[in-house]
């Protein structure tokens, strides 16, 4: 796409978001805006944006967790475990993308990181203490709060795999937790059921230490497109 082409559609853009600029738009109108915005070359991610009002330096006000969305992604997810025996059949049933157990370890502390997404068994992640520097960094490391440690190997797989499944958390500046919910090609009905399930999700696992408001604002998005100002409060009293 030529500069100029890319200009024009930036003002398009703009020109088609100004009413919505500067109010808090009904959710399934803020989805038919972003889905009317002139598309790209790709299926872009349609993702949701929420500011909270909590502090992530303190213990009791962390924030890290999964939802799963109803009409998934649309992304196409490589699943590894670590997993022996009956578990690590059912993963290989489920459909993950790589399942092992020591040697499996030792690949990993080598370097193979060819994954999107790494469950365990809460049984082997006494063997998987040495791995934390290598998928720490990266986080890619299991952990129960997100669901990736787990004894539902076969059903996490599945649910990972359909793009259903997604890990979120609260990131450390500005306490912003961002969520893909679909694709640009998605319907606005399964877009809608999406963000539904995602603010939901949010206000479940609102930190016991969070005080006063705590949803501060909300914005949906598309990869290339603006972004609309969404209400919260009103998906949750609608729910």
Do not use: C, H, W
Not at 27 to 43: H, V
Not at 219 to 232: H, K, L, R
């Amino acid at each position: 796409m030529s500069t100029n082409k890319n200009s024009k559609r930036k003002q398009k853009i703009k020109e088609l978001l100004v009413d919505s600029k500067g109010k808090k738009n009904p959710a399934d109108k803020a989805l038919k805006l972003i889905k009317s915005l002139p598309p790209a070359k790709f299926d872009q991610t349609i993702e949701l944006a929420v500011k909270l009002g909590i502090d992530t330096k303190q213990a009791d006000q962390q924030l890290r967790s999964t939802v799963t969305l109803p009409a998934g992604t649309g992304k196409k997810t490589k699943v590894a475990v670590i997993a022996q025996g009956d578990q690590a059949k059912a993963a290989l049933e489920a459909g993950a993308d790589k399942v092992g157990a020591l040697e499996f370890i030792k690949e990993i502390e080598e370097g193979f990181l060819e994954f999107d997404k790494l469950l365990a068994t809460p049984d082997m992640m006494k063997e998987m203490g040495k791995l934390g520097r290598v998928l720490g960094p990266k986080g890619l490391m299991p952990n129960p709060k997100d669901g990736t440690v787990t004894n539902e190997i076969g059903t996490t797989v599945k649910s990972i795999k359909l793009g259903q499944q997604v890990s979120f958390r609260a990131e450390k500046e500005g306490s912003v937790v961002q969520i893909p919910i679909g694709k640009f090609s998605f319907s606005e009905e399964d877009l809608l059921s999406n963000l539904k399930a995602a603010i939901d999700t949010l206000q479940k696992a609102k930190p016991s230490g969070a005080k006063g408001i705590y949803f501060i604002s909300a914005y949906v998005s598309s990869t290339m497109g603006g972004s609309v100002q969404i209400d919260p409060g009103k998906i949750l009293a609608a729910a």
